[in-house]
């Protein structure tokens, strides 16, 4: 084994604390030096540390759906980078080697025991949100039907080699965006995430000692395995399978099923995504690796909430998504709606099949979407472009014997609002309503969580872009309770004899807006759990 035996579990304990602070502290590098609202105010990026075999080692607590696909894209850059040096940096985009979506941009970087780069420690990474990176829309969330359409694709490349910035791709990058200093200054935050994570593992090598900090990055991945293990073990052993489906693929109104069979086979979680739809021409296809992060997390919601999440939790999951359904599409199929709402689905579809094994544990659906909006246009007060981007909470399900909590992100989703006095500082808008959703949640014997009313008033002309679900298909309830109430998005327009007007607008829309005109997204409830009283 791997070492273990040669670890006590006080001093496990602390090392995982100490890997797990690095990544915090990279965190907070690339929040507090980064330039967009998106990562600064929403927290929209997520730092993990990895062996050198790249397997993931630590993670801070923060973007589900960046956090379980992240290590296929350091394999991506250990494939196509290999040799390393110091100083060098790798970033990629691309979802087709590990990717989410093309707004999410990873930045990779090995770490050596010192500067003469004999031995290799491992790596440190960040993913982080771009709010534009250039497509057929303002914020490169479009209503797209190939990947081209959605922004610059970034394969893995040396944007630093040797400590020495490749000015010539990055002018290729920036020159391919609507805001190039925003994603300038958001790049080199990464940059100096990764390099306080360099500094910090080092320094952690140095107070441990080389052999027993592999020592140690091993005990801890067994330790998650373990952890990982014992909670499958809680689940009855069987199958249970469950279906759901997605509005539509905002090119045809035809729903989009998904469709999942757990088996639990002693410490062994199969999931099969056998019966799921086909991909379709729109944006909500995922690759294989998101779908593999939304069955990573779910697992992880049944271990203990002090439980490490490593490369050692992947060991006991085994994932069967067909080759060219909306669960694993082939390149290059358009996929930024897939990474933040068919991810949602996949969630609410595994907990669905888990409530027949775990009825006393597995909550009611929560609002099963993230809410999506871009905006863009040109900034009346500067002249400049602007590229806004924001997600949205809702309820989430009741649980047994408690309600759901309101306005609240859900599953794969983990970040902040925007801030309304960041938002109108940083964008020619107005918050004109900013409120719970009251009565949206589910009745039950423990009730829904309560969506959020969010209006937006613009004060240019602009282009928008919804990517919303749960429009048409409501959060279902469990055990007796109710559904939660569908989203609705509407846009309030004035006539030319001053009446105002509401025009009800599909799940997901491009449309353009004038000064004057309002946005309205009432975002969905969460499911109740167990008969109303």
């Known amino acids: 084994m791997s070492g273990e035996a040669r670890v006590d579990p006080i001093s496990l304990a602390v090392f995982a604390a100490a890997v797990s602070a690095i990544a915090e502290e990279m965190g907070a590098a690339l929040q507090r030096s980064s330039y967009s609202p998106n990562i600064k105010e929403r927290l929209d990026f997520s730092c993990a540390i990895f062996d050198p075999a790249g397997q993931m080692l630590a993670q801070a607590a923060h973007i589900p759906a960046h956090l379980g696909s992240m290590p296929d894209s350091v394999r991506a850059v250990i494939e196509h980078c290999a040799p390393f040096a110091p100083g060098d940096v790798v970033v990629l985009n691309d979802p087709y080697l590990g990717g989410n979506h093309l707004p999410d941009i990873t930045m990779v970087t090995p770490v050596f025991l010192d500067d003469s780069g004999s031995v290799l420690l491992g790596y440190v990474a960040n993913r982080a949100h771009h709010a534009d990176v250039g497509g057929i829309s303002p914020g490169s969330m ?204 996949i969630v609410d579809v595994l907990f669905g099949a888990l409530a027949t094994a775990l009825p006393d544990v597995i909550p009611a659906a929560s609002q099963g979407t993230m809410n999506n909006l871009t905006i863009g246009g040109r900034d009346p007060r500067t002249g400049t472009p602007f590229a806004y981007y924001e997600t949205m909470g809702g309820g989430m399900g009741a649980r047994p014997g408690l309600d759901g909590l309101s306005g609240v992100h ?4 983990n970040t902040r609002n925007t801030p309304v006095e960041a938002l109108e500082y940083a964008y020619p808008l107005r918050v004109v309503r900013y409120s719970m959703r009251d009565g949206s949640g589910g009745r039950g014997a423990a009730r829904g969580g309560d969506g959020l009313v969010r209006e937006l008033e613009f004060l240019t002309s602009a282009e928008v ?65 167990g008969t109303p009283h």
């Open 142 to 345: 479009p209503i797209a039907t190939e990947l081209y359409q959605e922004g610059i694709i970034i394969p893995p490349i040396k944007l630093w080699q040797r400590g020495q910035l490749n000015e010539a791709a990055l002018a290729l990058i920036l020159r391919n965006v609507r805001t190039p200093e925003e994603r300038r200054g958001d790049l080199l935050a990464q940059y100096a995430a990764n390099r306080t994570g360099v500094r910090r593992v080092r320094e952690l090598v140095a107070r441990y000692g080389f052999a027993s900090y592999q020592a140690l990055s091993a005990a801890l991945l067994d330790y998650g395995e373990r952890l990982a293990r014992a909670a499958i073990c809680q689940i009855p052993p069987g199958s249970y399978s469950f279906t759901d489906y997605l509005d539509d693929d905002g090119v045809s109104a035809e729903p989009v099923a998904i469709t999942a069979t757990i088996t639990v086979d002693g410490e062994v979680l199969e999931v099969d995504f056998t019966g799921t739809s086909s991909e379709r021409p729109g944006s909500i296809n995922t690759v294989e690796t998101v779908t593999k992060s939304a069955v990573y997390y779910v697992l992880r919601c049944l271990m203990p909430e002090d439980a490490p999440m490593n490369h050692g939790v992947f060991r006991t999951v085994r994932v069967i998504a067909p080759v060219g359904t909306v669960v694993n599409a082939r390149p290059q199929r358009a996929v930024a709606g897939g990474n933040v709402e068919t991810s949602q689905r």
């Open 465 to 529: 872009t919804l990517l919303t679900e749960r429009r048409r298909f409501a959060p279902w309830g469990l055990q007796g309770g109710e559904p939660g109430a569908t989203g609705r998005n509407l846009l309030i327009t004035h006539l030319p004899d001053g009446r105002e007007q509401e025009v009800p607008l599909r799940g997901k829309q491009r449309l353009t807006v004038r000064p004057g005109d309002r946005l309205r997204i009432e975002t969905p409830g969460g499911g109740g759990w």
């Open 410 to 413: 859900v599953h794969m989703s």
